[in-house]
């Protein structure tokens, strides 16, 4: 079903922003993994959490929704879940598959894995081969695809392994796998990625250990067999969800748009740090704590940016923002250039080259590279009038959204049921900002 997303003048008001995903996907594991029932509000309820909570429960965590966000979850403890009576359909997640795999290496249970369309495209031998040098059995072919099943083991090695891709997804499989191996298992990153495995664990009295030195890969390390004690916690705000809004509120003359409660922490705040590299004033004001991480509410408004060559120290920081991030620079004065992000190519679609026939399909100037792209931006005159192919890519539906209530002409999408995978409130919140964005 197409959408429209027609330009405005001015978009204006405030918006919470939804649990972030990250943080939401985490805590439904790690409660199932705990001793104790948890309390977790300001969860998303977005379907690629609400799969996990459902494979968790599949797999014997007691989970319930409680509504509004809140949930209750009682553990099974370290090595106490067991074999699901059905297939574990974690539909467009590569998050949710990716840590429940390390979950279920380290238990004794068989079960079978699978996905959408997108997730069964997906490289899963990232997180296989580790799990394999650990003592994982699994069916997957060479190729490392969804649908396969694994058998874990109660009898886990520890290993230490230095992930080639800057992956927090391979990081914490191995880091949750090694929560219940023999030994300690470290996992060496040579370039920092999202820490919120490190951190919640900690929250649920797991120590982790990360030993940081100038110029060496950081070590994370993690002794098996520790418990996880059950916690209350409110989830902190999604930065990448966040991020459309902001970036409505940069492109749209007159504007003033407020979002509160984002979480702030540096291994996600590329994409604001590279938005005031190109020229944009945002606010931050403190707005306490939420799961020990700092959450700010950002005031976001009009600006006239400039491209740059984004710095590569930004981009493990700004992974899923390079699709709005390129909607910024079609908006921008010049040519932005972004190099070191072939991770784009192995999200839930081939984000370089969706981005770039994104742009191309409105007006504006862009080729992708193997490792990133280069925008020519139109300073703030983007056509539009172009009808974007999602591939069933819900970052790639939000931006050419936002991008559309700034351009000369509309711009429509083929499609934006997927956007329920990471945002369900999308649509509402940028209704309540004043975009006109319909069906048809
Ligand atoms: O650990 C996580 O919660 C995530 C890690 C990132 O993936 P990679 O580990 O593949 O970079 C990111 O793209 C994804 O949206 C969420
Ligand atoms: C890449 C993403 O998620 P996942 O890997 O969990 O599918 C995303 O949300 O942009």
């Not at 710095?311 to 972004?338: H, K, N, Q, S």
């Not at 999200?347 to 504006?364: C, F, H, P, Q, Y």
């Amino acid at each position: 079903m197409v959408w429209t997303s027609r330009p405005v003048k001015s978009l204006k008001g405030a918006v919470r922003a939804p649990g972030d995903k990250s943080c939401s996907h985490r805590a439904l594991i790690f409660g199932g993994l705990a001793e104790g029932t948890s309390h977790f509000t300001g969860m998303l309820e977005g379907d690629d959490v609400l799969r996990t909570g459902a494979a968790m429960s599949a797999l014997g965590a007691d989970v319930k929704r409680l509504g509004g966000g809140a949930w209750e979850v009682t553990g099974v403890g370290t090595k106490g879940l067991s074999s699901p009576a059905g297939v574990l359909d974690f539909g467009n997640s590569g998050t949710g598959s990716r840590l429940m795999m390390g979950v279920m290496a380290g238990h004794a249970l068989t079960a079978e894995l699978t996905g959408d369309k997108s997730l069964c495209s997906r490289p899963m031998n990232r997180i296989l081969t580790p799990l394999r040098q650990m003592g994982l059995k699994d069916t997957a072919g060479p190729d490392g695809r969804l649908p396969f099943s694994l058998t874990g083991s109660k009898n886990l090695q520890a290993i230490t392994y230095a992930p080639p891709q800057a992956s927090a997804q391979v990081k914490s499989a191995v880091l949750l796998a090694g929560l219940s191996a023999n030994g300690t298992t470290i996992v060496e990153e040579a370039k920092p990625t999202r820490d919120h495995t490190e951190r919640m664990l900690r929250g649920f009295g797991v120590d982790v250990g990360v030993e940081r030195k100038p110029g060496e890969p950081t070590r994370i390390s993690i002794k098996g067999g520790q418990t996880l004690r059950a916690i209350e916690a409110a989830i902190p705000g999604d930065p990448s969800s966040a991020a459309f809004l902001v970036a409505a509120g940069i492109l749209s003359p007159a504007s003033d748009v407020q979002v509160d409660g984002v979480m702030s922490n540096p291994t996600r705040s590329g994409f604001y740090d590279v938005a005031n590299l190109m020229g944009a004033h945002l606010g931050a004001e403190e707005a306490g704590e939420a799961a020990g991480e700092r959450q700010i509410n950002i005031a976001s408004g009009y600006a006239q940016l400039k491209g740059i060559h984004v710095p590569e120290r930004y981009v493990a920081a700004m992974i899923d923002e390079f699709p709005i991030l390129a909607v910024l620079a079609a908006f921008a004065e010049g040519e932005t250039v972004v190099t070191g992000a072939e991770e784009l190519r192995v999200k839930e679609s081939d984000r370089i080259d969706a981005t770039v026939a994104m742009l191309r399909a409105n007006g504006v100037e862009a080729e992708g590279t193997p490792d990133g792209f280069i925008v020519q931006g139109c300073a703030g005159k983007v056509p539009g009038g172009g009808l974007v192919q999602t591939h069933h890519d819900h970052r790639i539906a939000m931006s050419a959204l936002v991008m559309g209530t700034a351009t000369q002409n509309p711009v429509r999408v083929d499609d934006i049921s997927m956007i329920d995978t990471s945002y369900p409130d999308f649509l509402a919140h940028m209704a309540t900002l004043g975009a006109d964005i319909s069906e048809g």
